[in-house]
C-alpha cells in the first residue's frame, strides 16, 4: 500500500484506477479507515485515478504528537494533496471526510471540480436536533467520562461502529478497523473527533469552518455537488437535513441510496458506488467522459 510523508509523519492510502486520471479521492470519518471505501470504489470508473487515505492518527497512518482536532487533519490532509500533485479534483466523503473535503474544496476552489457527501456535518447542530440516546452519549464524550469511554472501552470501534451498521459487520473487517487502535494512547484521534462535533456552537472554530463551506457550498454553482440520502437517517441525514441543504446549496443533486446505518458506505456501498459514478458521467467530470 502506497505511503507519503506528510509534515513530521505519514500517511497511508490506496490507490486503483489509471494513474494518469482525474483524481477521484475518498475520505472517510470516525472511527474508520479507507477501508471503508473497499466496496465503492470498483463501482466507478477505473479510468480515474482513485484515492481513499487514511487520516492522520488513524487507519494505517502515522499517529504524530498533536490534538487529533479538525484544524490537525486538515493540515495534514493539504499535506497529502500537495505531496501527490493532485488537480481537478472529485471527491467523495462521508461522515468527517464529508466535512474536511467541503473545507477542502473551499479552499482550494482552483483545484476542486466536484463534490459528493453522505452521513456529513452539512450545518452546525443543535443539542435539541440530536436523539435522546446520541445526545446523552455525546456528553458523555465531552466529559471527564470520555476518557474512560472512548480510551480505555474503545466504545466507537467496539460499539458505536457495529450499531450503526445495519447489515452487520464481518468480525474479519471489524479486525481491520480495530487494529489501529490497541491501546488507549491509540485511541485519542477517536475521542476528539467526538468533541469536534459542532453543537450549539462549540467548539467555535468548528462551526466557523462548517459555517464558511456552507457558504461556499451555497455560492458556487460552477461546482456540481451530490448529496447521498439515506432512508430513514436521523441527525446528520435526517429529512430535515437534507431538505435544508437541497433549499441552500447550489448546483446540489439528491439522490437516495436506500437504508442503511450512518456508515452507510458498509450498508450500501454497491448504491453509493453507482451514486457516485453516473453523477461523474453526468457532470463528465473525469477525462475519461469528457
Do not use: C
Not at 111 to 129: C, D, M, S
Not at 146 to 160: D, H, Y
Not at 221 to 226: G, Q, S
Not at 231 to 255: C, H, N, Q, Y
Amino acid at each position: 500500500m502506497p505511503v507519503v510523508n506528510v509534515l513530521d509523519s505519514f500517511m497511508h492510502y490506496q490507490e486503483s484506477g489509471r494513474p494518469d486520471g482525474t483524481p477521484v479521492v475518498f475520505l472517510h470519518g470516525n472511527p474508520t479507515s479507507s477501508h471503508l471505501w473497499r466496496n465503492v470504489i470498483p463501482h466507478v470508473t477505473s479510468d480515474a485515478r482513485r484515492l481513499a487515505p487514511d487520516l492522520i492518527g488513524m487507519g494505517a497512518s502515522g499517529k504524530p504528537d498533536i490534538a487529533f482536532r479538525f484544524a490537525d487533519h486538515s493540515r495534514y490532509l493539504d499535506a497529502w494533496f500537495d505531496a501527490l500533485g493532485l488537480d481537478e479534483v472529485v471527491i467523495v466523503g462521508h461522515d468527517w471526510g464529508g466535512a474536511l473535503g467541503m473545507n477542502w474544496a473551499r479552499r482550494n476552489s482552483d483545484r476542486i471540480r466536484g463534490i459528493a457527501v453522505a452521513e456529513t456535518f452539512l450545518r452546525p447542530i443543535r443539542w435539541a436536533e440530536m436523539p435522546e440516546r446520541a445526545a446523552e452519549l455525546f456528553r458523555g464524550f465531552r466529559s471527564s467520562d470520555g476518557e474512560e469511554m472512548v480510551l480505555n472501552q474503545n466504545m466507537f470501534i467496539e460499539v458505536n461502529l457495529p450499531l450503526q451498521i445495519f447489515t452487520g459487520l464481518a468480525p474479519a473487517d471489524h479486525d481491520v478497523y480495530r487494529a489501529p487502535y490497541p491501546d488507549p494512547g491509540s485511541r485519542k484521534p477517536l475521542l476528539a473527533w467526538a468533541r469536534e462535533f459542532p453543537l450549539d456552537g462549540e467548539p467555535a472554530d468548528v462551526a466557523d469552518i462548517v459555517n464558511a463551506y456552507d457558504k461556499w457550498m451555497a455560492t458556487t454553482p460552477d461546482v456540481p455537488k451530490l448529496l447521498m440520502a439515506v432512508e430513514g437517517g436521523a441527525t446528520l441525514g435526517s429529512p430535515e437535513m437534507i431538505d435544508w441543504a437541497r433549499k441552500t446549496f447550489v448546483a446540489l443533486e439528491v439522490e437516495s441510496i436506500g437504508p442503511g446505518g450512518h456508515h452507510i458506505p458498509e450498508d450500501q456501498p454497491g448504491a453509493i458506488g453507482r451514486a457516485v459514478e453516473n453523477w461523474i458521467h453526468r457532470h463528465e467530470l473525469t477525462r475519461a467522459f469528457r
